[in-house]
């Protein structure tokens, strides 16, 4: 089964940017749907964003605007660019297969928003 590793997260200033990465452990060419996905302190883990192949994408409606996912299948990397970060966006991030190839959650990456 494919694991996935995010980086890319750190301390931004409000209104900033930040990419994340997730990073798989194998082929991801072969996964239609991928997701980023965040939970923060006492809250659920909710999507932030899916992408089917590389073309159609879906975001919740906190992050319409804001935040763009995008997949290389030849790096077998997803990504999520963030911009006009706000204190609402300070969680940590997940990125995983949806459907049949979803696999335990990796590590996530902290994304800390200061005001």
């Known amino acids: 089964q494919v694991q996935f590793v995010e980086s890319g997260g750190g301390l931004v200033e409000l209104g900033g940017s930040l990419r994340l990465s997730c990073a798989a452990s194998?082929?991801?060419?072969?996964?239609?749907?991928m997701g980023w996905y965040r939970q923060a302190p006492g809250k659920q883990r909710e999507m932030v964003a899916t992408?089917?192949?590389?073309?159609?994408?879906n975001y919740a409606d906190s992050v319409k605007g804001r935040f763009t996912i995008s997949r290389d299948n030849a790096k077998n990397t997803v990504y999520l660019q963030m911009s006009g970060l706000n204190v609402e966006d300070t969680a940590v991030y997940f990125c995983?297969?949806?459907?049949?190839?979803?696999?335990?959650w990796g590590p996530g990456t902290q994304v800390t928003v200061s005001s």
């Open positions: 995983n297969a949806i459907g049949s190839n979803r696999t335990d």
């Open positions: 992408i089917v192949h590389t073309y159609l994408k």
């Open positions: 194998g082929s991801i060419s072969g996964i239609a749907a």
